[in-house]
């Protein structure tokens, strides 16, 4: 953390900011300063005026006033784990919230949400809570094998909707506001490595041993089994000589891999399982790894990506008061 004068201010930012990012951090705090408190928050001991202090963390006061009781009647439903950073004013998961619950919960979800994926045709009430919940993953451990109560591959938001032949289906989205990378993975670093834990292998030779990712003889997640089934949705693999979930397209993989495994799980209800991105309109620092990864898959429907000024527009055509008061908010606290 540093002291940073900026038009004549000074304000507690962390040192490693771009420029996107120190810009929303700025404009956030000052939001802050404006409609919250002047005071500072503490993390790991050091003073930040992006963070909230401690008092105000289960007041909610970053979200937006009427959604808060439809969150606290979530809670109760879908303990959703709350980030270490919910607190934070450029809190992804919170922008999240601000983003689709007032959405989700007007009487006009379905006119909004079918503007941006033309398969919807109705929001399904009796599916999870009144058809959405926040941090979704297939329970208790996740489709996957890796969900526990501090990691592990879950989605920001999921909606349970029937589609136009009546068919129940799942829309998983992941939301990013100032963040410049998606997850990337922890295996290929991990200090339980041996030997034979290989990630300059290519996606085949992996696929043919899987014993070669740490992920998969290790922990046991089954991120390569459910990818085997799924082989040629990523057709262009072989462009990439090493594993090519490292970086960034680790958490994208991940996600469209809980997709599979939802929709795939005779279990479960889903007839079509989709997965996107929605990122703050003026955020291209995920642009890179969202196209490398729409090349792996040759620009495959089933991953889609959005950006938060496009559902602003979305629920703008509808032409609501309810809806365009909540949307001035939400531009003003998001600079849009």
Known sequence: MNKFTINGQSYRLPNSLNRFQRDMYVHLIN???????????IDDGIEYDAFLPERYVDQFPMLYTEVVPA??????????RIHTYFNHMASSQAANINLFLPILIHPKANAVLSK?????????NTELDNGYRIEYWDQPNGI???????????????IAYFDHDERLCLWL????????????????KSDGKKAHHDCKRSFIDILNNMNLCYYHDVCQYRYWVITKVNRDFFVNHAKHTKCPFQGGMNQLWRNQLLAFGVEQDSRQPYKHVHFSVVKHSRNSLLDKTMSAYKDLIDNNPRFTDFTSAEIIA???SIGDANLDKWIEWYKELYKL
């Open 116 to 124: 941006l994926n033309p398969q919807f045709a109705r929001l399904a």
């Open 314 to 316: 979305a629920a703008y």
């Open 71 to 80: 969150v606290k009647s979530h809670l109760l439903k879908f303990p959703f």
């Open 173 to 188: 989205i992941e939301h990013k506001l100032t963040e410049k990378e998606f997850t990337t993975c922890g295996g290929y």
């Open 144 to 158: 996957l094998n890796d969900k526990n109560a501090r990691t592990g591959t879950d989605t920001d938001i999921a």
């Open 31 to 41: 939001w802050k300063w404006k409609n919250i408190t002047k005071d500072v928050g």
